[in-house]
């Protein structure tokens, strides 16, 4: 008989683990169906680079249908509920999809509204739209103040803000405005990275470019009127361009659906992947509460595992395999440099 597998989201997470799983199962002994509401796919580490003109963004977009391999099934629709307990679900067009084995890869969202005044006063390059904002609020920057860092943790991609500001102080040099402009970086944790042998070289490097930072520093509010950033820890930043990494949330159909709280994060088996006391429902990318980094460097880890774990049960093979949270990503560090981060839950 064959099983039905239904991947959910057709994002990074989505389209890498049923790619893997195509791969490695015939298509007699599985369908693979992925339910998706992405306009286009877009390859968010562009995001970093789009700014400062160094990347066209139209190489950065694709069809999500040409990322599929072949004998996967690709529905372009929006799911509205996900219902375990009877193995269904629901989509905004009316119809029902049951499974065998569930993967979750709906990641997360970006939610501005979250930090008043964001929306005016902050700039980003979180998405495609607010890294072409970016460019052009970039274009017309003369020198001055820039704050730069994420706003809250959790968020995508945790090394995207220190590379950014990398890339940025290239461009303020390029474009002969660095000795008129003050960098300073912000970050939520009391170092400059969640890591903290990488937050020592991190540190290094922005004291040896003169940039300043501020750690322990999450943002509350931004004073629009006076131009300055409030921090839950009470420090106040006055800045003439702000670039923030809006909050993030889980997906509200996640929350709707009774798999999360308000913020919408999954809690999995770490080393399973499982959800709850399902063990043919599965979560991957951004979309769990793991204490691993939400990157798709992730997702690929994960479905690697994952993707040969199902791969031998529907063989016949019980697996005892266990993911430890391992992961690699290479990082830039300016200068035409770098560095490439291994790390595991140990
Ligand atoms: C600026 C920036 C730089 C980054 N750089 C890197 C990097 O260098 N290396 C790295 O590894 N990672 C990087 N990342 C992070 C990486 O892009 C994400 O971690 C990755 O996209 C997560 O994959 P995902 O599939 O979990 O989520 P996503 O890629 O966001 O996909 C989720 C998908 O689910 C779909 N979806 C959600 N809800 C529904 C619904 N209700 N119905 C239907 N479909 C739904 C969405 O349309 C989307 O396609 C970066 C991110 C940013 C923003």
Redesign the pocket.
């Known amino acids: 008989m064959s099983n039905r597998i239904l991947v959910?989201?057709?994002?990074?997470?989505?389209?890498?683990i049923s790619n893997k799983l195509r791969f490695l199962i015939p298509t007699e002994d599985a369908d693979i169906t992925v339910?998706?509401?992405?306009k286009f796919?877009y390859?968010?580490?562009?995001?970093?680079h789009i700014p400062l003109g160094m990347k066209r963004y139209q190489d950065s977009v694709k069809k999500?249908e040409f990322l599929f391999n072949y004998g996967i099934n690709y529905v372009k629709?929006?799911?509205?509920n996900i219902d375990v307990q009877n193995k269904k679900v629901s989509?905004?067009s009316g119809k029902e999809h049951t499974y065998d084995y569930l993967i979750i890869?709906?990641?997360?969202?970006l939610v501005p509204e979250d930090i008043p005044n964001f929306a005016s006063e902050a700039h980003h390059?979180?998405?495609l739209e607010g890294?072409l904002e970016l460019k052009k609020k970039l274009a017309g920057f003369n020198g001055g103040k820039i704050v730069i860092g994420p706003s809250s943790i959790p968020y995508?991609?945790p090394?995207?803000p220190y590379?950014?500001t990398f890339q940025l102080y290239r461009y303020l040099n390029k474009r002969g405005i660095l000795k008129d402009t003050e960098i300073h970086y912000i970050f939520p944790p009391n170092r400059v990275f969640t890591i903290e042998n990488v937050a020592v070289y991190i540190e290094k490097l922005f004291d040896e470019k003169n940039i300043q930072y501020h750690t322990m520093f999450n943002v509350e509010s931004i004073d629009s009127g006076a131009r300055k950033i409030n921090s839950l820890e009470g420090e106040e930043l006055p800045y003439d361009l702000l670039v923030l990494v809006p909050p993030h949330k889980g997906?509200?159909?996640i929350t709707k659906s009774g798999l999360a709280d308000e913020v919408g994060y999954i809690d999995v088996d770490k080393h399973k992947l499982t959800y709850g006391n399902y063990d043919n429902v599965f979560v991957?990318?951004?979309?769990t509460n793991l204490p691993i980094?939400?990157?798709?460097?992730?997702?690929?880890f994960e479905s690697e595992y994952l993707a040969s774990k199902i791969a031998s049960e529907i063989s016949g093979f019980i697996s005892d395999d266990e993911y430890d949270g391992a992961v690699a990503?290479?990082?830039v560090t300016g200068d035409e440099k770098a560095m490439t981060l291994y790390f595991s839950y140990n």
């Open positions: 959910l989201g057709d994002g990074a997470a989505g389209t890498i339910i998706g509401n992405s796919h390859f968010k580490p562009d995001g970093i999500p629709d929006t799911i509205s989509t905004k890869a709906t990641g997360d969202r390059f979180y998405s890294s995508q991609c090394p995207a590379e950014f997906q509200e159909v991957i990318g951004d979309a980094s939400k990157a798709g460097a992730t997702a690929h990503c290479t990082t």
